[in-house]
């Protein structure tokens, strides 16, 4: 069982940063953020994808490419997220999920998932 705890987040004006960061007990595979904001669906927005030993490639939803940054660190089994040049659109339930095998992307299908951190971004 993995258990994922969430810290960071919210409220920013558009254009401000903020960090997320997520810690995980357990072994994992794959870790990713996604958000849901309300009357949505929960989207993905970032994922690690293993290549080797602490190295990892990073996915993105388009709508965060150039803005947000993944990054995992494995001694510490935290995964984390800058988000800058926030936008109003970007306010959402920020969810971290967790995976112990290599888990679909862009897909939700993830088996393990924290509480969820509210990022809210005024205009």
């Known amino acids: 069982q993995v258990q994922l705890v969430e810290s960071g987040g919210g409220s920013v004006q558009a254009g401000g940063s903020l960090r997320l960061s997520c810690a995980a007990s357990g072994y994992t595979y794959s870790m990713g953020w996604f958000r849901q904001a309300p009357g949505k669906e929960r989207e993905g927005v970032a994922a690690t994808r293993y290549i080797r030993t602490r190295l990892y490639a990073a996915d993105y939803a388009d709508s965060v490419k150039g803005r947000f940054t993944i990054s995992r660190d494995d001694i510490k089994n935290t995964v984390t997220l800058q988000m800058n040049s926030l936008k109003p659109e970007d306010t959402a339930l920020y969810f971290c999920?967790?995976?112990?095998?290599?888990?679909?992307?862009?897909?939700?299908?993830?088996?393990?998932w924290g509480q969820g951190t509210q990022v809210t971004v005024s205009s």
């Open positions: 999920a967790a995976d112990t095998r290599r888990a679909a992307w862009p897909s939700n299908e993830w088996n393990y």
